[in-house]
């Protein structure tokens, strides 16, 4: 059935390519915030264990909500590995293993690029797609990851 909500099909296409972009952003965060969780050690072992998994916690309900968003304006939701490394603005880095600071200004980095290109994302949407709905649902990602970016600052002053 043909999706009939005031946006042309042709932005739709543009905005489920869009969206198909920040779900690999967010999935290539979710690993990586799996990986330091597993991984992290030393003095604060504990707390920084708690806070990547309340990150990576979060991120599950942001994906899903990008995922299904894409389902909404009538896309195919991407789901292997390969589909979300090969269009993530974020870079994983294998094989190594940073220090508990090492981990958290990777992190905040990652966040504040996400944040960063949401924020142009969500111009396009506006902009150049014309979706409203969108651009409101990046909105309160985007300040989930401002959130995120100032908590990692903190331990970093």
């Known amino acids: 059935m043909k999706l009939e909500i005031g ?9 489920v390519a869009l969206l ?18 597993w991984n992290v050690y030393g003095e604060s072992f504990m707390e ?3 806070l990547f998994q309340s ?6 309900e942001i994906i899903d909500i990008v995922a299904e968003r894409i389902n909404k304006l009538g896309g195919k939701t991407i789901g292997t590995m390969k589909e979300f490394i090969d269009l993530s603005r974020l870079k ?3 094989d190594k293993y ?12 990652d966040h504040e690029t996400v944040v960063k290109q949401l924020r142009k994302d969500i111009e396009v949407c506006v902009d150049k ?6 651009a409101d649902i990046l909105t309160g990602i985007m300040e989930q990851h ?11 002053k």
């Open 146 to 156: 401002e959130t995120n970016a100032w908590i990692l600052r903190r331990y970093l």
């Open 92 to 94: 994983e880095s294998p």
């Open 98 to 109: 940073p220090s508990q600071k090492d981990m958290m200004k990777e992190l905040l980095e």
């Open 129 to 134: 797609i014309g979706d409203a709905g969108t």
């Open 48 to 50: 920084l264990h708690k």
């Open 55 to 60: 990150q990576y916690t979060e991120l599950e």
């Open 7 to 15: 946006i042309a099909e042709k932005n739709l296409e543009k905005c």
């Open 20 to 37: 198909s972009i920040i779900l690999s952003d967010e999935m290539t965060l979710y690993v990586k915030l799996r990986k330091f969780h």
